[in-house]
């Protein structure tokens, strides 16, 4: 019992000084993309290495934007404008398994996307939780036309296939829209 009781304190004290140091650790500025007048933006899904000032470091699904090698978590902040389009062109180069349209609330198909938003006042067709990003390289363009009329706001977007959505969000695939 008293070695259970000291690991379990060794690991505590560990985890505590880990946090300490990650807390101290300065913010970093989040990258930050403007869609506006049409512009298309390449999100691409791979798995990446993501780390707090070398703290804490590990592996997981990431956005990649632009065609950068650097995965960006949390997603990247994402300007769009009332009365303009924007398209983002999602692909996803996970290596797994497609999903073949499976569709349930019970945790499968990890390595299949979608896309989706909240706060943005837009067709339910440009928003469309039904489309399956499937991996080994599938593409999708979201293309949100954006009323004139259109409240500023802070939104935000996240993956939602229905199965791994809290998997994939936890890990960091979700961003703010402005």
């Known amino acids: 019992m008293t070695t259970r009781g000291s690991t379990a304190g060794r690991v505590a004290g560990h985890l505590l000084m880990m946090a300490a140091t990650v807390s101290s650790a300065p913010l970093r500025e989040l990258n930050e993309i403007d869609c506006t007048d049409g512009r298309l933006v390449n999100i691409e899904i791979k798995a990446g290495r993501v780390g707090v ?47 073949d349209g499976q569709h349930s609330n019970e945790f499968h198909c990890p390595d299949t996307h979608t896309l989706h938003t909240h706060g943005l006042h837009v067709s339910p067709n440009e928003d469309n939780i039904d489309t399956h990003i499937e991996p080994n390289g599938d593409t999708h363009d979201y293309v949100y036309n954006i009323p004139e009329e259109h409240l500023m706001g802070t939104h935000w977007y996240h993956a939602h296939h229905h199965g791994s959505t809290s998997m994939q969000v936890g890990s960091g695939m979700a961003g703010i829209l402005l």
């Open 53 to 99: 000032e070398d703290v804490l470091e590990f592996d997981t699904r990431a956005y990649h934007f632009e065609g950068s090698d650097n995965p960006s978590v949390p997603g990247a902040t994402i300007k769009m404008h009332p009365g303009q389009q924007c398209t983002l062109r999602v692909t996803n180069n996970l290596i797994g398994t497609p999903c």
